[in-house]
């Protein structure tokens, strides 16, 4: 394939084919599943992600607004698509022609867009959201509120320009496991059932009502309802540090970069801005490599990350620059410019995670993949053969 072989992010999509076959097997046969692509695919490239998944019998794609529902729709995702969070209201004419579902999470929210909707002659299917323990958007059912929130549901249902088809919530920590958290994820659940309750004494009842993310979809089956929606473990990711060994998952994503030049520095000479490494002693081979902040690579690494070459480890040596860093490699035989390296995934026996990443950085595993940087081209495997490019730089799509 031809693309730029400075830093690069590999995704091999039959990983991603079976990390959402692994889920699947846990869900009912009734049970529907959004493959959750926003953030282009948590930095995985939304097009191919979605494209695979949609042969894979994804059912609905989540994504987070209507920008990226277009992008979808342009990349031949012909499914069912959910934007989770805002789209403002005169974007209603848009949505319908999109035929992309909208999140409705409060009565002002509602009123505007069932105006929007009746002002331009069109109707736009909606999910309710339901707020039981993220106090983010969603009609507050929290702490016997359901029938407050049951009430404004109903008003919602039914406003002209509205079809309310489906109803969820989301879970603020269903991916700890501890008894707290866990009578917390109960409780959240406990109270959409009894939204739901309300709804259906009424006589207001939806064909999708969901409620579980990924850590949802594989610690709580009972919660599964109409579809699960699944997200960071579609990318062979675990939701956190507890979820690890509950699938067989697999990382699609691995990132290199190359060796651009080498050098010999003697003891005390200093490495990159701000001088905060000098080689120690005795002298270092430090070399060079094409890949910085703007890819992607965080400043925050600076001194602590590391990377493999020649499979094995090499550690950063002084700031991580915009476009470029320094490792040391004293002692790694034979290398030189033009060398693979390897920032994420494995080289030989040794292997580098997104979880070690946000371990370095302090942060979490979703945060790590949605920053590769845009100038960094996906590189897509199939059958362990590179199978297409997006270049989001010279070939914008
Ligand atoms: C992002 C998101 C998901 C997916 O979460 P994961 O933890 O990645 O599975 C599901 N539902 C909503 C509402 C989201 O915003």
């Not at 269903?174 to 259906?200: C, H, I, M, V």
Request: charged share 20%.
């Amino acid at each position: 394939m031809d693309y730029l072989h400075r830093t690069w992010a590999e995704i091999d999509l039959d990983s991603i084919r079976h990390n959402f076959r692994e889920l699947k097997k846990r869900l009912s046969g009734s049970c529907l599943t959004m493959a959750v692509v926003k953030a282009d695919a948590y930095g995985h490239g939304d097009g191919f992600v979605s494209r695979t998944l949609q042969a894979e019998g994804a059912d609905w794609f989540g994504v987070s607004n209507i920008n990226e529902a277009i992008s979808l729709r342009r990349q031949e995702v012909k499914k069912p698509i959910l934007i989770l969070g805002f789209t403002p209201p005169e974007l209603a004419g848009e949505l319908n022609r999109l035929n992309v579902s909208q999140t409705v999470y409060s009565p002002d929210y509602a009123n505007a867009l069932s105006e929007a909707a009746q002002r331009q002659g069109v109707r736009v299917d909606c999910h309710i959201k339901v707020d039981t323990g993220m106090s983010r958007i969603g009609f507050y059912a929290q702490r016997s509120q359901a029938a407050q929130a049951a009430e404004e549901i109903a008003q919602t249902c039914s406003l002209p320009g509205l079809s309310c088809t489906g109803i969820f919530t989301h879970f603020a920590c269903a991916d700890e496991y501890n008894p707290d958290s866990a009578a917390y994820t109960r409780g959240q659940f406990q109270a959409f059932l009894d939204t739901l309750k309300l709804l259906e004494t009424r006589g207001i009842h939806f064909a999708l009502r969901h409620c579980c993310n990924s850590a949802g979809a594989l610690a709580y089956p009972e919660m599964h309802l109409d579809m699960v929606r699944l997200g960071v473990v579609l990318y062979g990711l675990n939701p956190s540090a507890e979820c690890a060994g509950m699938a067989a998952l697999r990382p699609a994503m691995s990132l290199y970069t190359t060796v651009t030049m080498v050098k010999e520095l003697e003891e005390g000479v200093a490495v990159s801005y701000g001088r905060r490494y000098a080689a120690g002693e005795g002298g270092r081979t430090i070399a060079s490599i094409a890949v910085g902040y703007a890819d992607g690579y965080r400043r925050s690494f600076t001194n602590r990350g590391r990377v493999l070459i020649h499979g094995q480890f090499a550690q950063v040596t002084g700031a991580v620059c915009m476009d470029q860093m320094m490792v040391d490699v004293t002692g790694i035989s034979q290398i030189q410019t033009g060398d693979r390296v390897t920032l994420l995934g494995a080289d030989g026996e040794n292997r580098i995670t997104l979880d070690d990443f946000a371990a370095v950085n302090g942060t979490i595993n979703y945060e790590e993949c949605c920053l590769i940087g845009r100038r960094v081209p996906r590189v897509y495997i199939e059958g362990g053969r590179e199978s297409a490019v997006v270049d989001y730089v010279v070939a914008p799509l």
